[in-house]
């Protein structure tokens, strides 16, 4: 059976993956709009950081991240000086680091949903008297709602198997920033094979389940590509 | 109430200029070639091209002018696509209710009835648009834009993608909408016989730009117009039915051009009918003939006339109130020295009722 720091861990990571989400569709949702529509034709430099998390080594992000958020960067600086605490090794932190990090894995789902979705019911829903603000949430988003999902499902499940990222700017605090995909490390360190079993075969199974559900529920709409 | 407006727009490849004023009731007919700008004007009236430059104004309120350009969804206009647009994430009555809960007007429930009614589709409500036919999707359409009660009603070649039956099965609502409510409508078509069916104003484009616009028949009739050296060239004719004998299914119709008669089949009396006279069945004789076994002869005067190839000469009539298209051989107008201002005797071979 996992141990208490273990079950701590699992909590930590559940949080983390859940806030970063609803993070991640909070801003990722207008980002992905904007890029869906947009003509301006310096486009692809955003597209391309938004797609940087992919293929940088989570080490290199995390590094960056680091520099960033300690009370000698521009983001812990700036913490420090409205009198709140520098964000490196600290749980508000991670959650930074993991919506950097899950980005992509957020806002190319929704683009491609939005892309799918297209012009005309747009204009549609406006020949109908609907407002712009109301035709996105009574006709693009409905529409889009495969992407959502895929967006949420994705973005939860990545956060969840964050490993680099997190041992860069959050440590390795039992209780406050470990997170599962660290104690496992420290338990094949340890060579406690039986608890990294345990946390190991957990994570799966969790991310196995939600991989399912999403492609279950996409089949009728698009399938997931990336 | 009128429609007037005035626009430009540059894109580059294509440009568009010109300026009109249509009618504030009945059926003004956009026609013309795929590409000629047909729908991007529609689309400017209905305010989904925010470059065009211009100006516009329905029945005395100002949709667009250098000053101002009211968003789409603050102009009281309905817009049908040329592919139905049903949202396929509402049941049809929640597509019907989209519009009407968010038009000016109270949310009653008398004009949604109205539409349904009109467009016979009380039978579909409950159904999702996946389940319908091409044909009853734009039934719907038609329908959710006239629930929300607009000032103006664009209707963007809404039979073009539909094969031949389905659009003999929505023709006879349009003409429904058209005898039934006053509503102005622009109907974009590239099909002269939905043209000939519902138009009362038609207006010719081209590249662009307005070849000529006017009341239907004096179109139609236009002979410096490609449009009546068409093979298919005709004449359309307004008129309500005064007789009908039951021994031989002859009806009577009182006409812009005088009493006209045709094998119609049964018919009420008073009713409105609009009539369609080829112009290769009408013909001309100096003379009233006698013993004809022509139902139609009517004096009349040449107004103009133009070669059509080698063999043909097409001939302007005005019969009555109104002009009618005689298509007659090159010979016969030569040896019947067939001029503009000759009196003649019309012979109308043929009526076919429109719709």
């Known amino acids: 059976m996992p141990g208490s720091a273990d079950l701590t861990a699992l909590w930590i990571t559940l949080q983390l993956a859940a806030v970063s989400t609803l993070i991640l569709l909070v801003l990722g949702t207008p980002l992905a709009w904007w890029l869906a529509r947009t003509q301006w034709r310096f486009r692809f430099v955003v597209e391309a950081m938004v797609a940087l998390p992919l293929v940088l080594p989570p080490t290199v992000l995390g590094f960056y991240l680091l520099i960033a958020l300690g009370p000698e960067g521009p983001i812990g600086g700036l913490m420090e000086a409205l009198g709140g605490q520098p964000l490196a090794f600290t749980f508000s932190g991670l959650v930074i680091g993991s919506v950097v990090y899950s980005l992509p894995f957020v ?5 491609n949903a939005f892309s799918a979705v297209g012009r005309r019911p747009m204009e549609v829903a406006a020949t109908l008297r609907a407002s712009p603000l109301d035709r996105f949430f009574t006709v693009a988003v409905p529409l889009a709602a495969p992407g959502f999902l895929t967006a949420a499902v994705l973005g939860f499940a990545h956060t969840l198997g964050e490993f680099g990222v997190v041992l860069m700017i ?18 094949v360190e340890a060579l406690d094979y039986t608890s990294a079993h345990w946390l190991s075969g957990g994570l799966l199974l ?3 389940l939600m991989l399912m559900a999403v492609y279950a529920l996409n089949r009728r709409f698009l399938v997931v590509r990336l | 109430m009128s429609i007037e407006l005035a626009f430009r727009l540059d894109r580059g490849d294509f440009s568009l200029d010109l300026s009109l004023a249509l009618p504030g009731a009945g059926v003004s007919a956009v026609f013309g070639p795929s590409g000629c700008g047909k729908t991007t004007l529609l689309r400017i009236m209905a305010g989904l091209e925010r470059l065009a430059v211009g100006h516009l104004r329905v029945g005395g309120r100002t949709w667009q002018d250098v000053n101002q350009f009211v968003p789409p969804h603050q102009r009281a206009v309905g817009y049908v ?3 139905p647009s049903l949202f396929p994430h509402r049941s049809v009555e929640g597509n019907l209710r989209y519009g009407l809960r968010r038009s000016q007007g109270s949310g009653d429930s008398a004009r949604l009835e109205q539409s349904i009614e009109l467009l016979g589709i ?3 409500l409950a159904r999702r648009p996946h389940q319908l036919s091409g044909g009853e999707q734009q039934r719907v359409a038609i329908a959710r834009a006239l629930a929300m009660e607009p000032a103006l009603l664009l209707l963007d070649e809404p039979l073009a993608g539909l094969d031949q039956e389905r659009r003999g099965e929505i023709l006879p609502y349009l003409e429904r909408l058209h005898r039934e409510l006053v509503l102005p409508m622009v109907y974009v078509s590239h099909s002269r016989e939905e043209v000939a069916r519902l138009a009362d104003h038609l207006v010719l484009m081209d590249a662009g730009r307005v070849q000529a616009e006017g009341a239907l028949t004096d179109v139609f009739a236009r002979l410096d117009l490609a449009i009546a050296g068409q093979p298919g060239a005709e004449t359309v004719l307004e008129g309500v039915v005064d007789d009908y004998d039951p021994r031989d299914g002859v009806v009577r119709v009182n006409s812009d051009a005088g009493p006209l008669h045709a094998v119609l089949g049964q018919m009420e009396t008073g009713q409105p009918v609009r009539l369609q006279v080829q112009a290769r069945d009408v013909s001309v004789a100096l003379t009233a003939p006698q013993d ?8 009349a005067r040449i107004e103009d006339l133009a070669e059509q190839g080698t063999g043909h000469v097409m001939l302007r009539l005005r019969v009555g109130d109104t002009v009618l298209l005689a298509r007659v051989s090159r010979r016969s107008a030569r040896e019947l020295s067939l001029a503009p201002g000759l009196e003649v005797h019309a012979q109308v071979k043929s ?3 429109l719709g």
């Open chain 1, 206 to 208: 969790m991310s196995m």
């Open chain 1, 170 to 187: 959050g440590g390795n605090i039992p209780g406050s920033t470990q997170v599962v995909s660290i104690a496992v490390y420290d338990h």
């Open chain 2, 292 to 299: 004809s076994s022509i139902l139609n002869v009517m004096p």
């Open chain 2, 122 to 124: 009380r039978h579909l």
């Open chain 2, 81 to 83: 696509f040329q592919e």
């Open chain 2, 351 to 353: 009526v076919a009722l």
């Open chain 1, 107 to 111: 806002v190319q789902p929704l683009q």
